[in-house]
C-alpha cells in the first residue's frame, strides 16, 4: 500500500509503500499527531522513516491492493 505523508513548512512529501494495513498506518499516524510521539513507518524493502508528530501536516493512505495470480488481460 502506498502512504504518503506531508510535513509542515517542506514542499516534498514522503511516499514509500508499505506491508501494513491502513487500519495500522491510521492508528500510528493518529497516535504520533495526538501524543506528540514520532511517526515509524517501515516501507516493503525495510526502510525506516521517522517523523515528528508535531510536524506532520497530512498521511494518506492508499488503497489496499488484492494481489492477483496469473496475467492481465
Known sequence: MEIRVGIQHVNREIVL???K???E???AASRAT???TE???EDSTGRVVLIPGANIG???V???QIRR???AH
Open 39 to 41: 511517526l515509524r513507518l
Open 58 to 60: 497530512y498521511v494518506e
Open 69 to 71: 495470480v496469473g496475467f
Open 21 to 23: 494495513t491502513a487500519e
Open 62 to 64: 492508499g488503497a489496499e
Open 34 to 36: 495526538n501524543g506528540g
Open 25 to 27: 498506518i491510521i492508528e
Open 17 to 19: 509503500e508499505s506491508n
